[in-house]
């Protein structure tokens, strides 16, 4: 192979996109220029990097694989080879390969090194190895830092145990190796992200570790911020609580997931954790961290779920009065245990009714929530500039997913800290002017 370029299109998660990231730096260690993302695929090979968590995600890796397959079919832009990697094929490699003839090779989630070897095997030795592997995609002020693999929570309905396997822990120096690496490429915010942050250590280490190495990340001179990505209720490591109030790099942000309320429900979704218990780690968390954002995601719809239980949801979620909600209803997956041992007898259009509910009662809560911030002083960093306004974030807003603070100003720059009044709300979005630059 004479052209060395590679398309690489990463679909899901956060955790999908530190693949994408750890695949790019070994083809490009083997000579090979990757694009992500990019809006007008060109390359010779293009690698799709495949999410399979529910449905909806399934639908869209298909329809991008058979998409890209249709190109190569027709010889649109030099496409010569497609392969597709990722969760969806880890989780059904034998249908997929009789399905779609016009895809070259289909790897596992985490078979990085087949297609390295498969498409370098044209190529000497590794021409510029990359310390940590990997090659950034995301703006350059911040990054995700994936600090396990796997899930040991076998909740009901997912299936990500299916695909990923059991949880398993990376070193805590190769970690912050990788957080130093990081801040050296100009990274002033990084995201850590697991399928369970709460477990982080128990394989390894027999005790949880996660209030260790964010401590020590913390003190990693030039990371500005420290944010932290789904967190599980059950055996909370409460001891990260004071490493949160400790330190002002670490934002107070924590994304746990708690997808229902009540004994009945999350005895069902085989949680562990009962609602008093749960409703006392909010109490702790929210009394151990003053200030502190919760984003949280929550299910309606799983098999068993009453109108009582989802009434008791909607009271649930106007007592708790979240920062940030996302919700989605129940997805029937294949081999999970409630695939296997439940009927899903929630009527599809029962789901969309309760998750239409649910949000908007969401929504009336992140308009009040929001509406207090104006008048306000936050610290900003700005992401991007978009027609006449600069976008940025406050420490408790997550990159792609939580509110935006819009800026009119001029001459500002991306990746730098700004105070910014906020001068005007909405239920999902600040206003504002600079007051001071904060770098």
């Known amino acids: 192979m004479t052209n060395r370029d590679v398309d690489i299109i990463s679909l899901g998660c956060s955790k999908n996109l530190c693949d994408s990231e750890v695949l790019m730096g070994k083809l490009e260690a083997k000579g090979f220029s990757c694009h992500h993302d990019p809006e007008k695929p060109s390359a010779p090979v293009m690698v799709i990097n495949t999410c399979g968590f529910i449905g909806d995600a399934k639908e869209e890796s298909i329809n991008m694989i058979l998409e890209q397959a249709l190109r190569k079919k027709a010889k649109q832009n030099k496409l010569e080879k497609l392969y597709v990697m990722g969760c969806l094929s880890q989780r059904y490699l034998e249908e997929l390969k009789g399905e ?210 989802f009434e008791a949801l909607k009271a649930w979620t106007r007592k708790m009065r979240f920062d940030r909600m996302g919700a989605f209803a129940y997805s029937d997956e294949e081999g999970t245990y409630a695939n296997l041992h439940y009927k899903d007898d929630v009527p599809e259009e029962v789901k969309q009714r309760r998750l239409s509910e649910l949000m908007a009662i969401q929504q009336d809560i992140s308009a009040q929530l929001m509406a207090k911030k104006a008048g306000q002083t936050l610290r900003v960093i700005i992401d991007r500039k978009e027609g006449d306004y600069y976008i940025g974030r406050t420490e408790f807003d997550s990159p792609e997913v939580d509110c935006e603070v819009m800026i009119k100003d001029e001459g500002l720059q991306q990746g730098e800290f700004y105070e910014v009044e906020i001068t005007k709300a909405e239920e999902f979005d600040l206003y504002g002017k600079v007051i001071t630059h904060n770098s």
Request: glycine residues 6%.
């Open 100 to 309: 779609i003839p016009e895809v070259d090779g289909w790897f596992g989630k985490f078979d990085f090194e087949g297609i390295v070897t498969l498409l370098g095997s044209e190529t000497a030795d590794a021409v510029r190895p990359l310390r940590c592997g990997r090659k950034l995609t995301t703006p350059k002020h911040y990054a995700y830092l994936k600090i396990s693999e796997g899930c040991n929570r076998m909740c009901s309905y997912c299936a990500i145990p299916l695909i990923t396997g059991r949880h398993t822990s990376r070193p805590i120096e190769e970690l912050l190796d990788e957080a130093r690496w990081l801040r050296e490429q100009g990274v002033k915010e990084i995201n850590v992200i697991a399928q369970d942050l709460s477990s982080y250590g128990l394989d390894i280490a027999h005790k949880h570790l996660l209030p260790e190495l964010i401590d020590r990340m913390a003190e990693i001179e030039g990371i500005e911020w420290i944010r932290l990505h789904y967190a599980y209720p059950t055996d909370f490591p409460d001891e990260l609580l004071d490493v949160m109030a400790k330190h002002k790099n670490v934002c107070k942000y924590l994304d746990i997931a708690l997808q229902h309320c009540t004994d009945h429900m999350l005895g069902l979704m085989r949680r562990h954790i009962t609602q008093a218990e749960q409703d006392a780690l909010i109490a702790r968390i929210r009394e151990r961290v003053p200030g502190i954002c919760i984003r949280t995601t929550l299910m309606v719809g799983h098999p068993g779920e009453t109108e009582e239980d």
